[in-house]
C-alpha cells in the first residue's frame, strides 16, 4: 500500500509540474503575441 501510495503522488507531482508548465507557455505565448500586434 504505501508503494502504491508513493507513486500516486510521484503521479501528482508530474501532473502539477506538466500543468504548471503548459499555463507559463500559455503567458509566455500571449506576451510574444502583445509585443507582436503592438508594433
Not at 501532473?15 to 503592438?38: E, G, P, V
Request: aromatic share 16%.
Amino acid at each position: 500500500m504505501i508503494f502504491l501510495f508513493l507513486i500516486s503522488i510521484s503521479l501528482l507531482k508530474i501532473h502539477n509540474a506538466s500543468f504548471l508548465i503548459t499555463n507559463l507557455l500559455k503567458i509566455l505565448l500571449k506576451k510574444f503575441n502583445n509585443q507582436f500586434y503592438c508594433e
